[in-house]
């Protein structure tokens, strides 16, 4: 098959196109790409970012808040002017200017239990930048009954951590069966984080979506790394799939339909 990159891609890509692990066959892949991004703040912003440089052709993004002042010291892609907007339109334009190879496609909502069906279905990759745990098991069982594979992140103060899920490997419930009770895990209005830290861990997401999409390297599958900003160490740590697990297991659910994402996330026996 000929190839169709143009010369003005040529030159974009060029750092991609001379790695004997891209090359230009990999970058018309990610050209062709299909990634969807849930959440655009802390984590989602470099997400978006080096994603839209890599050339990962279509990029969806999911937030229904809009930009405030106190995001900035975090979220790279929104600026002073973009204070009150909707942080999907913030995020789309940045993509424009960075980007033109790379189309938007945004959602203004929280995803749930009555759009998930409307948005997730189509894309090659999920990144699960989001900040709450509802989210987070509503896209593992979601994703993993797709057979959508998931890069997770999550930050806390100076601590960051990153995991993927992909169809045959373990899920995010064999790694947290249920959901801390809620109040227990303050969010980052409450206790702090870091400005830099979810540039770090955002990054590895799309380090780990781009692996994905070119189908190279060793993902995060079955391990959950560990990043200490304080001490400047990285940690991983193994985990398996549990057989008993309602979603991956031996007997696993069918749908999304009857599980109830709120508190613990449980899904019921």
């Given amino acids: 098959m000929p190839l169709s990159l143009d010369s003005t891609q040529l030159d974009r ?23 969807l991004v849930v959440g655009a703040g802390g984590l989602g912003s470099p997400v978006v970012e080096y994603l839209a440089g890599a050339g990962v052709g279509t990029l969806g993004v999911v937030d229904d808040d809009a930009v405030e002042r106190s995001n900035l010291q975090r979220q790279v892609i929104h600026g002073d002017d973009d204070v009150g907007r909707p942080k999907v339109e913030s995020a789309a334009d940045f993509v424009a200017q960075l980007n033109p190879d790379v189309t938007v496609e945004t959602y203004e909502t929280r995803l749930d239990k009555s759009n998930v069906e409307d948005v997730v279905p189509g894309y090659d990759v999920v990144v699960d930048a989001s900040d709450n745990f509802p989210t987070r098991y509503l896209l593992n069982d979601f994703c993993r009954l797709r057979e959508i594979p998931v890069a997770h992140g999550a930050i806390y103060k100076f601590e960051g951590q990153a995991t993927t899920l992909v169809p045959d490997g373990p899920c995010y419930r064999c790694l947290f069966p249920e959901a801390p009770e809620p109040g227990t895990v303050p969010d980052c ?50 985990y398996r799939r549990n057989p008993d697990c309602p979603v991956c297991g031996d007997d696993p659910i069918d749908s999304v339909a009857d599980v109830e994402y709120a508190d613990a996330c449980a899904v019921s026996q």
Avoid: N, W
């Fill in 13 to 35: 890509y060029s750092r991609h196109i001379i790695m004997d692990e891209v090359g230009p066959e990999g970058q018309e892949r990610l050209l062709d790409s299909r990634v």
């Fill in 189 to 238: 209005a409450t206790t702090g984080v870091l400005g830099v830290l979810p540039g770090t861990v955002g990054c590895l997401q799309a380090t780990e979506a781009a692996k994905l999409v070119l189908d190279v390297g060793e993902p995060l599958v079955g391990r959950l790394l560990f990043y200490d900003a304080m001490d400047a160490t990285f940690e991983t740590v193994s």
